[in-house]
T-cell receptor, first 113, second 113 residues
Framework: GEDVEQSLFLSVREGDSSVINCTYT??????LYWYKQEPGAGLQLLTY?????DMKQDQRLTVLLNKKDKHLSLRIADTQTGDSAIYFC?????????????FGKGTKLSVKP | GAGVSQSPSNKVTEKGKDVELRCDPI?????LYWYRQSLGQGLEFLIY????????KSGLPSDRFSAERTGGSVSTLTIQRTQQEDSAVYLC???????????FGEGSRLTVL
């Protein structure tokens, strides 16, 4: 079955780069997403990448996709304390029963001043 | 409305009681999702609606859980005979189609004593 795996915790110092990694099993994924959840709030779409792309950059965010290894990463440059949140990787594909979207368990990013 | 609205935001109930959680999706969104987020457990898919029908209910953890959606809009998640392990944040999301951005509500925090 489909599965999305992420490490649960990441701690970085303010100003450093953060890299959050994700692996998935479904090679038919069409879109891959990164969602951000701040404390006490719902999830918010951060960025996404289409499966035929290798990289997408949006300001401080860089998404890298290695489709051969089914590996997705999110790099946050110059990490700030406001980036502290839980980051969820998700994949979508045709024919899935979960509304075509499967989430990982989330990586909690802690940014130390 | 401007966003996905969930009510109640907080619910404390006694073990064995029934609870109803409500979700008002963004107007015009045809897809609606329920997820459960337990402490340390990540995001657990419960059920997905396309219009008023639910293609797959297998994410519901037991037969005490049920959900319906009427008029292609509001959805209600009902938990009967609540147990302490049902304590979690129940998140609702909606989207215009199953394969684009999900917009999440802020969740309903359920505490079963």
């Amino acid at each position: 079955g489909e599965d999305v795996e992420q490490s649960l915790f990441l701690s970085v110092r303010e100003g450093d780069s953060s890299v959050i990694n994700c692996t998935y099993t479904d090679s038919s994924s069409t879109y891959l997403y990164w969602y951000k959840q701040e404390p006490g709030a719902g999830l918010q779409l951060l960025t996404y990448i289409f499966s035929n792309m290798d990289m997408k950059q949006d300001q401080r965010l860089t998404v890298l996709l290695n489709k051969k290894d089914k590996h997705l990463s999110l790099r946050i440059a110059d990490t700030q304390t406001g980036d502290s949140a839980i980051y969820f990787c998700a994949e979508s594909h045709d024919g899935g029963s979960q509304g075509n979207l499967i989430f990982g368990k989330g990586t909690k990013l802690s940014v130390k001043p | 409305g401007a966003g996905v609205s969930q009510s109640p935001s907080n619910k404390v109930t006694e073990k064995g009681k029934d609870v109803e959680l409500r979700c008002d999706p963004i107007s015009g969104h045809t897809a609606l999702y329920w997820y459960r987020q337990s402490l340390g457990q990540g995001l657990e898919f419960l059920i997905y609606f396309q219009g008023n029908s639910a293609p797959d209910k297998s994410g519901l953890p037991s037969d005490r859980f049920s959900a319906e959606r009427t008029g292609g809009s509001v959805s209600t998640l009902t938990i009967q005979r609540t147990q302490q392990e049902d304590s979690a944040v129940y998140l609702c999301a909606s989207s215009s189609t199953p394969q684009v951005e999900l917009f999440f509500g802020e969740g309903s925090r359920l505490t079963v004593l």
